[in-house]
């Protein structure tokens, strides 16, 4: 019997409607979330005509959150899918292959870890300038980290097990050997530190946009609208609260989402893992 | 707790002793209906597989049950108080000072982080008042008790830097630092080495019988008992199934279980094999059918004096 | 115990070399440099001349080797060039913040341990309790907030309508205007480390050796003070070096939202108008920092842990 897993189930539900609010952010709204501005309804505060207020151009708040969703969670899956195929390639032919490829893989994952990769990603922003590309590009080079020593790890592992042997002596290609046979052995964790990932991409990029090294305004990032709101905190405060309970309600979903998972696909890890 | 004691009264008695988990409907009993005593100085031997409920009885004893475990009915009578009645406060007294344990695993009983001599000496701060210093000078003396060499510098040893055998010896140590009346031996060899095994169960026979202190040895190996207690006791599925004094008990076993038992020790003098005359029986092809086991005696009335099988009690289903 | 310390000092040396090959590459190797930017960027309004006036004298036309070559002789004497802004040697400008980020990471840091760990301590005791779920919640909400959201709702609560600290800037070193900038750095290692306590005591309480201790007689309370304590920070330490190692990195969007007059701030300003000499420089000494801190603690365990030694 399974005790009920509410970690899985709450961050699963926090997801999804994020995802839900980021897809269908046109039907949700009737506004746009950079072209309607109007000056005469500047720094409303939240009411049933703008259910979050308004911001010092008279936008609705509540419109521009849906449409962050979008920018957060592209930003997030898409770097994260970035760094898995990086950590995972590397990963897994390290430990296969072996050698001096090892030790340089090796050697440059510990070196991405001792730079930390918000830290890494500014420094990326900083030559390839703000804006969704780099932004992709930047967060999607500095977090491949973890999911490289995990897949380095469970192949080592898996490495001496009878049937990798055995697709061995068959004559499979080594690639075939690692797609076919390494590769689905190690969804499980991939699975785990990937869904966290995609928090910790969300966070980075609200905190890059908010350094104004991100997103640029007027599109509507999460992290590039608290910039805004900073300034005029005192009268709007709520153009500052809703973005950052967006972003809050992301990451928390994801970060849930991925502690259930762990928990689904291995109760008795649970304790040591941070 | 200090009356005196009647010299043919038993150090311990359990009297049908219940072990569970409490439920809604009632509690759920893995070890049930237990009874047996040691005399003083006596050294007792509790067999059966693993499963079968040794361990907690034993730690039943002391009251170190892990939630949700609980007994849920019978008596523990030492020195005719029932442990059970004892505060927690006294009870932590007669821990480790009226009886000692000693587990399995050497490797990890020890606290990895503090040297053994602490560890032994914690035992003289807890239950004789001395301070640091007496304490760890009296540990030298319990380490050179247990014969382990160079005892003033072990004493600042980690257990890591020790082999199992010594790390047993320490365990041993600090289980008799006190002086106790009755020692709980749970499975002390069955993680050590072939070799070490004999010289750990020799120490513990030889420092137990010059101190008069009583022995539970709890083993899955009828060999380790039947060479140092008087008397064992046959677990199987929670439930004690014979009791007898050791000679007889491989002169004649009675119950189905035991007979596997004895049929899978190999004996010298005796040729097992293919080739050889006897062959050693497989006890997992006797248990294997437990439900025979089950019919057969759970089912026959209750009469031991008709059926001299059932005088053990009966082997109950627990899952 | 000092071979160990001098080992783990030498295991170090190539992964610093390798940070400061890797981040020479990335801002020497790629297109566009300093001048070329300002051109671009067109807020200079510099011309091709300029450009190569710029980019002579900061040698910025030599082969790359030679400039890696240049690079590194000059880290080895303390040199990492000279600020474009500052016109001043960015060891200096560095120099000049740095104690003001050190007072940030130190007083968040000791905010994070001197919360987070009795209470992921007390939770854990008493699992399943009301506060070992609030400790819980609490704690993967501190890991999911972003700080900068945070510290502008506590700037707003308790600088603007409370009035009783000031909102932001360094004020001259006074203690006031540090408390609410370490207090939002110091959330999310509070959270890890109440986590991280929690697990430990959890993990320490099932080992065998706290049975043993039991078996022995002692009460709960010496059970934790004699065998509990030690072992649950051998594992707590590591989480702490790693969260303080890593602070100044968290450090920067902090430091910005507060007017912090630190390297954080440093950094993201430099970024901005593309001062490369400054930015290397900063991400250098933050990334030294939390190599530094790392082999410190791996010394640390050592020390606490008997086992470590051996290997």
């Known amino acids: 019997m399974r005790r009920f897993n509410l970690n899985l189930w709450l961050g699963g539900v926090l997801t999804l409607i994020v995802i839900v609010g980021a897809v269908f952010a046109p039907w949700l709204t009737s506004l746009d979330p950079v072209f309607d501005a109007n000056l005469m309804y500047a720094e409303e505060p939240p009411s049933g005509q703008f259910w979050f207020g308004t911001d010092e151009q008279g936008r609705d708040v509540y419109t521009r959150v849906l449409y962050g969703a979008r920018i957060s969670l592209t930003v997030g899956i898409v770097s994260q899918i970035i760094n898995s195929v990086i950590g995972l390639s590397l990963g897994i032919s390290a430990a296969y292959w072996g050698g001096w490829w090892d030790d340089l893989v090796n050697g440059l994952t510990n070196v991405m870890l001792a730079i930390p ?158 | 707790m200090n009356e005196p004691v009647e010299h043919n009264a038993p150090l311990l008695e359990l009297k ?53 475990l609980k007994v849920s009915q019978g008596q523990i009578l030492f020195k005719g108080d029932d442990l059970q009645n004892l505060t927690d406060r006294a009870m932590r007294q007669m821990r480790g000072d009226r009886i000692a344990m000693i587990f399995q695993e050497p490797m990890t009983a020890l606290n990895p982080l503090k040297t053994v001599g602490r560890q032994i000496a914690e035992m003289f701060v807890l239950h004789k008042g001395m301070g640091w210093a007496e304490a760890g000078r009296k540990a030298v003396d319990a380490l050179a008790s247990v014969h382990v060499p160079a005892p003033e510098e072990r004493v600042r040893a980690y257990p890591h830097q020790m082999s199992g055998g010594m790390r047993q010896r320490v365990m041993i140590a600090i289980a008799l630092a006190c002086d106790p009346d009755l020692l709980i031996a749970d499975e002390p060899t069955t993680a050590l080495d072939v070799t070490v095994q004999d010289e750990v169960l020799k120490l513990i026979a030889e420092l137990c019988a010059a101190r008069g202190t009583a022995v539970l040895l709890i083993s899955h190996d009828l060999g380790v008992i039947a060479n140092m207690c008087q008397r064992v006791g046959v677990m199987y599925s929670g439930r004690l199934v014979e009791e007898r004094d050791t000679y007889d008990l491989f002169a004649d076993p009675r119950h189905p279980y035991t007979k596997g038992l004895l049929g899978a020790l190999p004996r010298l003098g005796t040729r097992h094999g293919a080739a050889g005359r006897q062959r050693l029986v497989d006890i997992d092809s006797l248990i294997k059918d437990r439900d025979t086991l089950l019919q057969e005696f759970c089912f026959e009335p209750r009469n031991p004096v008709r059926d001299p099988r059932l005088r053990a009690g009966m082997a109950g289903g627990v899952e | 115990m000092l071979r160990f310390t001098i080992r783990r000092l030498l295991q170090v040396i190539p992964t610093i070399i390798a940070v400061v090959l890797l981040i020479f590459v990335i801002f020497s190797v790629v297109p566009g440099s300093f001048a070329s930017s300002l051109m671009s960027d067109g807020r200079g309004g510099a011309d091709a001349d300029m ?215 440093l950094l993201v300003d430099s970024v901005a108008i593309r001062d490369i000499p400054v930015v290397q420089g900063t991400i250098l000494v933050i990334v030294l920092w939390f190599l530094f801190i790392n082999t410190f603690v791996d010394i640390i365990y050592a020390a606490i842990d008997p086992r470590i030694k051996q290997t």
Request: net charge positive; charged share 15%.
């Open chain 2, 16 to 68: 049908n002793l219940h072990v569970g988990i409490p439920g809604r409907r009632g509690s759920v009993d893995i070890v049930r209906d237990v009874s047996f005593s040691i005399m003083p100085g006596e050294a007792f031997g509790l067999v059966g597989e693993s499963g079968s409920g040794k361990s907690l009885t034993a730690l039943s004893l002391i009251r170190l049950l892990k939630k949700p």
């Open chain 1, 117 to 274: 990769s918000l830290i890494f990603a500014l420094a990326i922003m900083a030559i390839l300038g703000p804006g969704l590309p780099s932004l992709l590009i930047a967060l999607g080079l500095t977090n491949w980290s973890w999911t490289c020593r995990i897949a380095r790890s469970s192949t080592l592992s898996l490495k001496g097990q009878g049937y990798v042997q055995a697709a061995s002596t068959l004559g499979y290609s080594d690639i075939r050997i690692m797609w076919t046979q390494l590769l689905p052995n190690m969804v499980g964790p991939i699975l785990v530190i990937s869904t966290l990932g995609i928090g910790a991409a969300v966070l980075a990029e609200a905190a890059l946009s908010f350094l104004g090294l991100g997103i640029r305004p007027p599109f509507p990032s999460w992290g590039a609208m608290l910039t805004g709101a900073r300034e005029l905190i005192v009268i709007a405060p709520w153009a500052a609260v809703f973005p950052g309970l967006a972003i809050f309600v992301t990451v928390l979903g994801f970060n849930l989402l991925g502690d259930g998972l762990r928990d689904y696909l291995d109760p008795h890890m649970r304790t040591r893992q941070q």
């Open chain 3, 51 to 265: 450009v190569a006036r710029i980019n002579e004298q900061f040698g910025l036309d030599d082969p790359v080797h030679v400039r890696f070559f240049d690079y590194v002789t000059g880290l080895l004497q303390f040199d990492m060039g000279e600020s474009f802004r500052f016109r001043q040697p960015v060891t200096e400008v560095i120099g000049d913040r740095i104690w003001a980020s050190l007072k940030l990471s130190i007083a968040a840091m000791v905010f994070a341990i001197v919360v987070g760990v009795p209470l992921g301590f007390i939770a854990a005791l008493k699992p399943g309790s009301i506060l070992d779920s609030i400790t819980m919640i609490g704690a993967v909400s501190g890991l999911s907030m972003p700080q900068f959201w945070l510290g502008l709702l506590l700037m707003y609560f308790f600088a603007l309508i409370l009035g009783w600290l000031p909102s932001f800037g360094y004020g001259g070193g006074d203690f006031k205007y540090l408390i609410l900038p370490a207090i939002t750095l110091g959330v999310t290692p509070l959270a890890l480390l109440a986590r991280t306590t929690r697990a430990g005591v959890l993990e320490i309480t099932n080992e065998d050796f706290i049975r043993t201790a039991h078996s022995k007689g002692m009460s709960n309370s010496r059970v934790i003070r004699w065998h509990l304590t030690r072992n649950v920070m051998v594992l707590v330490v590591t989480t702490i070096g790693l969260q303080f190692g890593s602070m100044m990195g968290q450090a920067v969007v902090i430091e910005k939202l507060f007017s912090w007059p630190g390297i954080g701030t």
